[in-house]
């Protein structure tokens, strides 16, 4: 690996543990002012001293976030779908460029892959396209397995095995196209079965808001599989009191605690 992308990796992925904590900031970028982030600046204030990198898109980050004191960047650089037309959200397009992410003192840039839907080979090549122009640069590439609502049809009981075939395929494909670390969801039973079939280090996503207690259960779940992080988004800033809850997180991501422990950490921080 070349000096420049051993040295950014190592920014996001602590080489002391071995894992981060990353914080999930990119939801605008289709959904709009999303509940928790309609003041993304104001949002973030306070976790970032307790994430290891923050993934905004461009405008987040160059509007809300002082540069003088932000964390490592993962650039959120695909996009150009919106909540509006949800039967395409699949049709995505890079909406960055490389140097561009470099202009922005980035260490990683971001792009989601569709597998399975109509567009799945456009945003597959969007992935290796840009994976072939940030590593030019030595940025690190994370590749996105975007589910979008078909996550709610998967998420059933009595599906986790074919969920699970489906997040191993994807992230198995984002790192065969050139991504450095591979996000993907919880599965439930079969998670280890993603983290087997995948050659580059998996960061979980968090998915819709849940209670507290079940969102650290999973992640330490996550991470008992072989998961090397998160990068969660909805779950922390949704949180009743986000501070608390993404150093909850971070006790079960570099401290392995177990999710009681981080559960009454949670609240004792949080009052
Ligand atoms: C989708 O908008 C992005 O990939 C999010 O960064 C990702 O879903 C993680 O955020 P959350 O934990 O809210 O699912």
Known sequence: MQWGLESRLAQIIKPDTNRTVML???H???????TGLEEPGKTVEALLPYCDALSPT???LQYCIDPRTAPPIILRVSGGNSMARREELDDEILTCTAEEAVRLNAVGVSVSIYVGTEHQRQTIQNLARMADEAHKYGLVVLGISAVGTSLDELRQPGKEEELARYLALASRIAAEHGADISKTYYVPGHFDKVVGGCPVPIVLAG???????EALQFTSNAIRDGASGVDMGRNIFQSEAPAAMIQAVRSIVH?????????ALYEELGG
């Open 255 to 263: 401290e392995g605690k177990s999710p009681d422990e981080a559960y």
């Open 207 to 213: 998915g819709k808001k849940v209670p507290e207690r």
């Open 58 to 60: 461009k405008g987040i």
């Open 24 to 26: 999930a900031i990119d």
């Open 28 to 34: 605008g970028y289709f959904q709009g002012p999303t």
